[in-house]
């Protein structure tokens, strides 16, 4: 019964001692050097940086992905329909006309709200 | 057509949230958006009640919608409760957003969507309907407590709420996957059937290739994954912990509609599926079910809140608390439903007690704030028994219900769940909740006493106060409710129980 766990019982060793290696080998192997002001500033080909550290974003860049997620979803369920169009017949036809229609209500409410305007 | 019937509450209320967006994003003010959202709970609560009158029986067809969408008795209840809660919630919140300067319309949006989740979920005979129902019911109800956006306790409260509901949701989805695995159905009445063959060592055609000897210990698994999951989401200790600062953080309307119909949703999911789903004599057993499982978790959230309630400072945290030993006592309903008759339909009647005292405490609450600030420690209650009568009063007649003093509705509704308690035998369950609901009291009176018996500290702004229109009517609403039920429940107790004994016939 063991004998049919074999291959994951050994995926899952060579993984632990994989990292284990990486982890614990760079302390036998003499470890970090010591820390110099020097060595802890950002690489920039040796010249200085600067800029702020933190960049704000601005919001409009969630709320594209955002609603991109959601009509992308809405058009990965119309595809099946497109697929199988005949079949569904009006049955189909009324039901996939209401599932758009919530969503163009909510197509309609962020237009409105300005969540598609780019410049503001 | 007469599917369509059968449906109109979803159908009322759907289309009518829809409407609402369209009409918030088209509108030049917020005027009457309130008003709108409490006419369609209001509309959806009155074609359940027609349902009910008219007899859902009588519709053909509806077995087209099972095994997801179960019409029944038991629905029509739960839809009837959770819409006069969600029309509550709306009332307040159409006094409360603009005094606190939180004036946008989608609050009444994700009041009607949520109410729809929550709908479903006690109309649901499938796990995936159920799943459905729960996860639209929860995300209104986390953006309802962001709905501060300035205010990091808000965010804080919506952070912990959605983090742990959607873990406690990973949870369910486990047990739910076992169960498909153990069983081969969805839907609950098909595993019920496929847990009693397994009891009863029957072959079962339905399964899946799996030895026998590990269907029982999945089902187990299945049964304790899914009762984690459901006790997360009435918020029974040891699972409680989001509930207070959620509470506390949500701006108090959307506190309220937590309070009241995210807690009546969680109560008709989980019984839905522990009455109906296992419901067989062996995992319903005292010795080998969920039964003492879940009488030793109402133990625990009775005792634990009731103590921590307390020892609060700030007055909305208490009812938060309050309403987590609530959900205690209906934990005992719930586990006395195994051997008496009455107890599914008491926990029934409480709800509806529970919903009328809860939104009305709240509500008063709401008055006893003033512009941008609301009433907050016991502190900002002192006093406000002379200063604001009309504040003070409907909170005190609120407080005393949700402590179970007669004659107001909290003193039935306990009754009837100890009596059904007393009857199936649990005489230690019974008393336990007794000396807790005696300990509860403690709380309550604490802002009795300072509303009535303290004078605000010296130098205190002595607020003007909060006047509005929509908050008089939604406590003028509960208070006659408290009352009702309270002096005459014998009606709405024949209703409740009529209700529960539809549930073990899906």
């Known amino acids: 019964m063991i004998a049919t766990y074999a291959p994951i019982i050994l995926i899952i060793t060579i993984a632990f001692s994989l990292a284990s290696l990486f982890f614990f080998g760079h302390r036998l192997l003499g470890g970090a050097a010591k820390f110099s002001p020097g060595r802890m500033e950002p690489f ?77 | 057509m007469p599917l369509a019937f059968a449906l109109s509450p979803f159908i009322v209320l759907g289309v009518g949230a829809l409407l609402l967006m369209l009409a918030e994003s088209f509108a030049k003010q917020r005027a009457g958006l309130a ?28 077995e087209a919608l099972s095994p997801w969408l179960v019409i029944d008795r038991f629905s029509l209840f739960f839809f009837a409760l959770l819409c006069l809660g969600g029309a509550l919630a709306s009332l307040l919140a159409g006094g409360y957003l603009p005094e606190h300067n939180l004036d946008r319309g989608e609050f009444y949006a994700l009041l009607l969507f949520s109410t729809f989740g929550a709908m479903m979920l006690a109309a649901s005979g499938d796990l ?41 949701a990973a949870l369910m989805l486990y047990g739910f996957a076992l169960l498909y695995g153990a069983t081969g159905h969805t839907d609950l009445a098909g595993i019920a059937s496929s847990i ?17 000897a590990a269907r029982a210990p999945m089902i187990l698994l299945a049964l304790v994954l899914v009762l984690a999951s459901l006790a997360f989401k009435v918020s029974a200790v040891p699972f409680h912990m989001w509930t207070p600062d959620a509470y506390e953080g949500a701006p108090t309307p959307a506190t309220t509609f937590m ?8 109560f008709a999911m989980l019984m839905r599926l522990l009455l109906t789903a296992f419901h067989d004599p062996q995992s319903a057993s005292w010795s080998s079910g969920w039964p003492p499982a879940l009488a030793m978790i109402s133990v625990l959230t009775m005792t634990v809140a009731n103590l921590i309630a307390g ?5 909305k945290r208490m009812l938060a608390y309050s309403s987590i030993a609530h959900a205690g006592y209906l934990l005992v309903g719930v586990v006395a439903s195994i051997r008496s ?18 939104a009305g405490a709240f509500g008063a609450l709401i008055l006893c704030g003033s512009k941008g600030a609301e009433a907050v420690s016991y502190e900002d209650l002192a006093g406000i028994g002379r200063r604001h009568p009309a504040a003070a009063l409907p909170f005190a007649l609120f407080l005393l219900s949700l402590a179970g003093v007669p004659p107001t509705a909290g003193f039935f509704g306990k009754w009837f769940v100890f009596r059904a308690s007393m009857d199936a035998g649990l005489h230690w369950l019974t008393v336990l909740a007794f000396l807790n609901s005696v300990l ?63 549930l073990g016939h899906s």
């Open chain 2, 341 to 358: 008759d009455d107890g599914a339909g008491s926990v029934l009647f409480y709800l509806l007690t529970y919903t009328a005292s809860t």
């Open chain 2, 259 to 266: 309070a009241v119909v995210v807690k009546g949703g969680a």
């Open chain 2, 440 to 502: 509860g009291a403690y709380y309550y009176l604490r802002v009795l006493v300072f509303m009535y018996m303290r004078e605000p500290a010296a130098g205190a702004p002595v607020a003007t106060p909060m006047r509005s229109g929509y908050v008089t009517a939604a406590l003028i609403a509960s208070a006659v409710l408290v009352l009702i039920l309270g002096l005459a429940p014998g009606k709405s107790l024949d209703i409740a129980l009529a209700a529960a004994s539809e």
């Open chain 1, 44 to 120: 920039e080909s040796g010249s200085e940086s600067s800029g702020a550290r933190h960049v704000k974003l601005s919001v409009k860049f969630y709320l594209t992905a955002i609603l991109f997620v959601v009509f992308d979803i809405e058009v990965v369920f119309l595809y099946p329909w497109a697929v199988r169009f005949k079949e569904l017949g009006w049955t189909g036809m009324g039901t996939m006309v209401g599932f758009l229609a919530v969503l163009v209500v909510g197509l309609v409410y962020v237009w409105k709200k300005g969540a598609l305007e780019w410049e503001s």
């Open chain 2, 35 to 62: 008003l709108g959202a409490t006419i369609i709970f209001l509309a959806t609560a009155a074609c359940s009640l027609g349902l009910w009158w008219f007899g859902v029986d009588h519709i053909e067809g509806l």
């Open chain 2, 196 to 212: 009693a063959q397994l009891a009863a060592h029957t072959p079962n055609p339905d399964a899946p290739v799996i030895a026998a």
């Open chain 2, 311 to 315: 020892r609060q400072e700030s007055v």
């Open chain 2, 128 to 168: 995936l309907t159920l799943f459905l129902g729960l996860e639209t019911m929860s995300i209104g109800a986390y953006a309802l407590t962001a709905f501060r956006r300035a205010s990091p306790r808000s965010a804080e409260g919506a952070l912990k709420y959605f983090l742990l509901g959607s873990f406690a």
